[in-house]
């Protein structure tokens, strides 16, 4: 895996309590093991903490939704970015599998989208 990359994301789950935050935290520690710069917006009970802007998503080398509902401000993600959506479950049972995405969408240009 590549190092040094730029991550955005946004982590939401239904309730807006725990799996918000224990996502975005499980991320942000599988990012620093690999040296990844990491901003999380989280959507949750206290509303949108740490929030990324179309800057923040421009200069990202990858951009990653978890959430299992419809985000706040989804228009944002409308700016050229490689972009996977991963559901909430999946990144906190199986984050090997969120950087295998990862992995691949880099070989791809901005404006690719995965979904899982």
């Known amino acids: ?3 040094n990359l ?10 807006g309590v725990a799996h918000t935050y224990m996502a975005a935290e499980k991320l942000r520690k ?3 093991t ?3 710069k990491i901003i999380v ?4 009970v206290l509303g949108s903490e740490q929030h ?6 421009r200069n990202a080398d990858v951009v990653i939704i978890t959430s299992d509902i419809n985000i706040a401000g989804a228009e944002r993600f409308d700016v ?10 999946d990144v906190m049972l199986n984050t090997e599998k969120l950087f295998r ?7 791809h240009p901005k404006g690719t989208r995965l979904d899982f």
Not at 41 to 44: N, V
Not at 52 to 57: A, L, R
Not at 101 to 107: E, F, M, V
Request: aromatic share 4%; with cysteine; glycine share 4%.
């Open 34 to 36: 690999y040296g990844h």
């Open 101 to 107: 995405a990862i992995d691949k969408i880099l070989n």
């Open 1 to 3: 895996m590549k190092t």
């Open 30 to 32: 599988y990012c620093a």
């Open 41 to 44: 917006e989280t959507q949750g």
């Open 52 to 57: 990324v802007d179309e800057e923040d998503i």
């Open 6 to 15: 730029n991550i955005v994301a946004v982590t939401a789950c239904v309730t």
């Open 80 to 89: 050229p970015c490689r972009l996977i959506s991963i559901s909430i479950s």
